[in-house]
């Protein structure tokens, strides 16, 4: 079983819409969370922390749920610019544990 | 910000051929990794270190060594090049677990 897993997509979105999409993970003892964007033929870079309260970012809000181990990721309001890999990362022991990323398309 | 700078942007390599990539951070990080990225497995961590002369073996170390000769420089090396190697690699350091975890920009490596 891998240890993060996420929907590979891809989810096709009207600008405007929400989208939502969650992922899992394996290791109960993962201590931090985090989204991470990737844009094609890019490198991925820091979306935002999920901190197990919830928290938003302008139109991101990312919650964690411990007890059946997933995190999602919500877009409100979605732009053009949203469109990209999404990769869920969770930690433990130094290293980061990534998704395969979860493919936003926001169409005009 | 924390520049993580990779020595390629793109590198053809034939097989057999012993490959170096080289990674570059200027923030005084301790944490450093190599991660390869191929369609539909996402990134799989290869070697990281934490300190200098530190490695440690990471999920998919098979036909990889690495090099921490000093704190800011971290290296990838492939003994002897396959066809299966062929992948984007991509090298990372941070502070401490999980925080501040800068990506360079990545070496489309191509084993031919």
């Known amino acids: 079983r891998k240890e993060v897993e996420q929907d590979p997509g891809p989810f096709n979105v009207p600008e405007g819409a929400t989208v939502a999409f969650n992922c899992t993970y394996s290791?109960?003892?993962?201590?931090?969370f985090f989204w991470y964007r990737q844009d094609c033929r890019k490198e991925p870079k820091l979306l935002m922390s999920?901190?197990?309260s919830g928290n938003e970012d302008g139109r991101f809000t990312a919650q964690l749920n411990r007890a059946s181990q997933y995190i999602s990721l919500l877009i409100r309001d979605s732009k053009l610019s949203d469109s990209a890999t999404y990769l869920c990362?969770?930690?433990?022991?130094?290293?980061?544990?990534f998704g395969a990323g979860t493919t936003v398309t926001v169409r005009a | 910000d924390v520049k993580v700078t990779q020595s390629s942007r793109y590198l053809v390599k034939r097989t057999g051929e012993k490959v170096f990539l080289e990674c570059v951070q200027d923030?005084?990080?301790?944490?450093m990794f190599w991660y390869r990225q191929d369609p539909g497995l996402g990134l799989r961590l290869i070697y990281f270190?934490?300190?200098?002369?530190?490695?440690e073996k990471g999920d998919i170390p098979e036909g990889y060594s690495v090099s921490r000769e000093k704190k800011e420089r971290f290296s990838l090396i492939l003994e002897s090049a396959s066809t299966n190697q062929t992948s984007m690699y991509l090298c990372?350091?941070?502070?401490?677990?999980?925080?501040?975890?800068?990506f360079g920009s990545g070496t489309r490596l191509t084993v031919v």
């Open positions: 923030m005084d990080h301790e944490n």
């Open positions: 270190s934490y300190d200098v002369k530190m490695k």
């Open positions: 290791n109960s003892a993962s201590q931090s």
């Open positions: 990372a350091s941070s502070s401490y677990e999980g925080r501040g975890y800068t």
């Open positions: 999920v901190y197990s």
């Open positions: 990362v969770v930690t433990g022991d130094y290293k980061l544990s």
